[in-house]
């Protein structure tokens, strides 16, 4: 990741006089276009190529159960479809192009399933990442049929109440997950990870436990085989998903003072501490090491998400910004 061309990205705000739809909650990026999910609901969709905002979204109506039900949880995108979830567990599907309205693929029962407090995805699978129902920690659909094949595990019921009050203030991260380029998936809390099969019933191939001070669910994250772990001292490693092997690991400066983030793609680990962005080497001679800053500081990120050409993360005042490796 060498020289860049960077920008920000620009939509016209809602006119209700709220700012709640102001509060970027989701980024996910494919070869052309960007999608960013808010607090209101809806998700914004921009073309790449020229830096515009093509679309807005908005889920079906229905009653909510809290201030914040109809939140973005995760977004799985590709350049002909969009996928969004939302805190109340609704799942919404959106063929681009097409200028038809969201389709509603799944009805969220957030009472007996609880919330859906994180949503990720590929062409074969999506999962789901609850909190506030023990037993039911995760949801796992097949992508091609939209049909649930399955409901278990416990993850995430040490945070089961504070996934109810996701519903009605803006509380930390619970948990995240993600899904690997094998038939599995890769979670975390603050205090665990797992990798379990999603082709075997949530089967758990691997889990650890032994972080004295805690996991920084920002900072979790995966790509193909490897997944990215931080820890509240800023220690980091990349593992394999498959064995939990170590490929490399490397210390986050900052990482004390907190709102560490991170994000990873199939070369380099990205991370935000203190106001800078920094890029390290994963693959390659020089494994591990610091690679570089970004001239870009100071921007109250607050989400973050890379692929094999840009880098996007959001701020707090709502600026969506764009890092572009390879339009040189």
């Not at 709102?259 to 106001?275: E, H, P, S």
């Not at 692929?307 to 890092?323: F, M, Q, V, Y």
Request: hydrophobic residues 40%; aromatic residues 8%; contains cysteine.
């Amino acid at each position: 990741m060498g020289r860049y061309i960077y920008s920000t990205l620009h939509f016209v705000p809602p006119t209700n006089g709220s700012n709640d739809g102001l509060s970027c909650r989701r980024l996910s990026l494919s070869d052309h276009h960007l999608a960013a999910g808010f607090s209101d609901g809806s998700v914004r969709l921009f073309y790449i190529p020229t830096r515009l905002h093509l679309s807005t979204f908005h889920p079906h109506h229905r009653d909510r159960l809290g201030r914040f039900s109809c939140a973005v949880s995760g977004i799985i995108l590709t350049d002909s479809k969009l996928v969004f979830a939302s805190l109340d567990g609704d799942v919404h599907v959106v063929a681009i192009g097409d200028h038809a309205p969201p389709r509603r693929a799944h009805l969220g029962d957030v009472v007996n399933d609880g919330t859906l407090v994180d949503f990720a995805g590929n062409q074969r699978w999506w999962v789901g990442l609850y909190a506030g129902v023990p037993g039911r920690a995760f949801h796992i659909w097949n992508t091609a049929s939209e049909e649930l094949v399955f409901i278990g595990g416990n993850l995430s019921d040490p945070e089961a109440v504070m996934g109810w009050h996701l519903l009605t203030e803006e509380a930390h991260m619970i948990g995240r997950v993600r899904v690997t380029s094998f038939d599995s998936a890769v979670a975390c809390t603050a205090l665990q990870f797992i990798v379990f099969d999603l082709s075997n019933q949530g089967a758990i191939i691997g889990e650890e436990d032994q972080f004295p001070r805690g996991l920084v669910i920002g900072a979790f994250d995966a790509c193909k085989d490897s997944f990215l772990i931080v820890d509240n001292r800023g220690s980091a490693s990349v593992r394999r998903a498959d064995d939990l092997t170590q490929r490399c690991s490397f210390n986050v400066r900052g990482a004390s003072h907190g709102g560490v983030l991170g994000c990873m793609n199939g070369g380099f680990a990205i991370t935000v501490a203190g106001g800078v962005i920094r890029i390290w080497a994963i693959e390659g001679a020089g494994v591990g090491l610091y690679s570089r800053s970004l001239r870009e500081r100071n921007l109250d990120i607050h989400s973050l998400v890379v692929d094999e050409r840009h880098l996007t993360a959001c701020s707090r005042d709502g600026t969506i910004h764009l890092w572009d490796f390879g339009g040189l």
